[in-house]
């Protein structure tokens, strides 16, 4: 072992354990290096590639792969109790946990999920042009596609979204379970995100159960005010209402969903088969919801 480095033990500890979450990428490390050289007294022939080595095999970093069926593996370093949520953001730049993940972090419901949803906004698209009847219903008498870029990390299933572009709304910060702070979608636009996508929250139960525990914690008016901005083609504010009644919401909060119309015929979920009608809402759902 270099001496250089077994002298800067202390203060390599000191910083590593100065990074909440113990997330590493090869190119933080680096730079880890690059900025504290001069001050740990370490030597030039100490490159980067050394340096990780070091810690590797002498500090007690550890290396965490995330591997894909379809995709090239990913390598990230992890210190002491890491934060697996971190470490899944540090995949994709300007990404925010999601769906599921952020129902779990607002303890919407029981679940502890096993699947991690990091969402990265694609660029703008143009939008899907008019609305019919006849479109709507073949798009949901089809089975809901879902993210195929998936990883697996530790005991974990990583699966990146590729959602629409939105300049981050409703995302704010939350602490995980270790207290560390990542980004996810607030509680008003997770409830939207799992009700266009109720795969990527444990299915339409599982959504319900979110919305009866984000009773009396989200106003109908934020809810509105966000849908609006999302500017969905399809009706998806009335699934929202429709939930919020059969979630127990009180009458004049689901009203105000109800008051941006009912047009269309609309579904609460892809696929379904012998499904039962909502009049009100001009919605049609699951038998058991």
Same mark, same amino acid.
């Given at each position: 072992?270099?001496?250089?480095?077994?002298?800067?033990?202390?203060?390599?500890?000191?910083?590593?354990?100065?990074?909440?979450?113990?997330?590493?990428?090869?190119?933080?490390?680096?730079?880890?290096?690059?900025?504290?050289?001069?001050?740990? %007294?370490?030597?030039?022939? &100490?490159?980067? /590639?050394?340096?990780?080595?070091?810690? *590797?095999?002498?500090? =007690?970093?550890? +290396?965490?792969?995330?591997?894909?069926?379809?995709?090239?593996?990913?390598?990230?370093?992890?210190?002491?109790?890491?934060?697996?949520?971190?470490?899944?953001?540090?995949?994709?730049?300007?990404?925010?946990?999601?769906?599921?993940?952020?129902?779990?972090?607002?303890?919407?419901?029981?679940?502890?999920?096993?699947?991690?949803?990091?969402?990265?906004?694609?660029?703008?698209?143009?939008?899907?042009?008019?609305?019919?009847?006849?479109?709507?219903?073949?798009?949901?008498?089809?089975?809901?596609?879902?993210?195929?870029?998936?990883?697996?990390?530790?005991?974990?299933?990583?699966?990146?979204?590729?959602?629409?572009?939105? %300049?981050?709304?409703?995302? &704010?910060?939350? /602490?995980?379970?270790?207290?560390?702070? *990542?980004?996810?979608? =607030?509680?008003? +636009?997770?409830?939207?995100?799992?009700?266009?996508?109720?795969?990527?929250?444990?299915?339409?139960?599982?959504?319900?159960?979110?919305?009866?525990?984000?009773?009396?914690?989200?106003?109908?008016?934020?809810?509105?005010?966000?849908?609006?901005?999302?500017?969905?083609?399809?009706?998806?504010?009335?699934?929202?209402?429709?939930?919020?009644?059969?979630?127990?919401?009180?009458?004049?909060?689901?009203?105000?969903?109800?008051?941006?119309?009912?047009?269309?015929?609309?579904?609460?979920?892809?696929?379904?088969?012998?499904?039962?009608?909502?009049?009100?809402?001009?919605?049609?759902?699951?038998?058991?919801?």
């Amino acid at each position: 072992m270099p001496d250089s480095l077994e002298g800067a033990l202390a203060k390599i500890h000191e910083r590593l354990d100065s990074e909440r979450g113990g997330v590493f990428t090869e190119s933080q490390l680096r730079e880890v290096l690059a900025e504290h050289r001069r001050e740990w %007294g370490l030597e030039t022939s &100490v490159s980067g /590639k050394r340096f990780i080595e070091f810690l *590797v095999e002498n500090v =007690g970093l550890r +290396r965490v792969e995330l591997r894909s069926e379809h995709y090239k593996r990913i390598l990230r370093y992890a210190w002491g109790e890491y934060s697996p949520y971190l470490m899944t953001l540090s995949l994709r730049p300007r990404s925010y946990l999601s769906h599921g993940t952020a129902v779990f972090l607002h303890a919407l419901n029981e679940q502890l999920p096993k699947i991690i949803h990091v969402n990265q906004e694609q660029s703008e698209k143009p939008s899907g042009g008019k609305l019919t009847q006849e479109r709507l219903t073949l798009a949901f008498s089809r089975h809901q596609r879902t993210s195929s870029y998936v990883y697996i990390m530790a005991s974990y299933r990583v699966v990146i979204l590729a959602g629409k572009q939105t %300049g981050n709304l409703g995302v &704010v910060t939350v /602490k995980g379970p270790q207290g560390e702070e *990542v980004p996810a979608t =607030g509680i008003a +636009r997770t409830l939207i995100d799992i009700v266009v996508r109720p795969a990527y929250a444990g299915g339409i139960l599982q959504v319900l159960e979110a919305y009866r525990g984000a009773k009396g914690r989200v106003e109908a008016t934020e809810l509105v005010r966000t849908i609006r901005k999302l500017d969905y083609i399809y009706p998806y504010h009335q699934a929202i209402g429709f939930l919020m009644e059969r979630a127990g919401y009180a009458p004049d909060e689901c009203d105000k969903l109800h008051r941006l119309g009912a047009n269309f015929d609309f579904y609460l979920i892809h696929g379904m088969k012998k499904p039962k009608h909502d009049q009100k809402w001009r919605l049609f759902f699951p038998e058991g919801v």
